[in-house]
């Protein structure tokens, strides 16, 4: 069950847990961490990341969760970063 006035969750031992959704459900403006630093900038950040590590991946820097998911969803890219990041682990 979930307090919207707080944004916890009951949990079935009775204890709580916080949802990171808002209770009015805008989930582009909330905020993730304590320094402030919004989803969106995260998923920016991500992007950059990916596209420095490969840059023939050329995701877009406005790059969508959508566009993001269908260029991951099939697990060649995430190898690709492993054996970037540690050479020869993962067989392409």
């Known amino acids: 069950m979930m307090d919207s ?3 916890n969750h009951k949990t079935e031992k ?3 847990s916080t949802s ?3 209770a009015n459900g805008d ?3 909330r905020v993730v961490n304590g320094t402030g630093e919004t989803e969106g900038k995260r998923l920016a950040f991500l992007v950059e990341w990916l596209n420095s590590l490969l840059p023939d991946l050329g995701l877009p820097e406005t790059a969508s969760y ?3 998911r269908s260029v ?3 697990g060649t ?3 690709r970063l492993l054996n970037r990041l540690r050479p020869c682990s993962v067989d392409e």
């Open 5 to 7: 006035s707080s944004g």
């Open 14 to 16: 009775g204890g709580t």
């Open 20 to 22: 990171s959704v808002p």
């Open 27 to 29: 989930m582009f403006g």
């Open 66 to 68: 959508e566009d993001l």
């Open 72 to 74: 991951l969803i099939d």
């Open 77 to 79: 890219i995430l190898c």
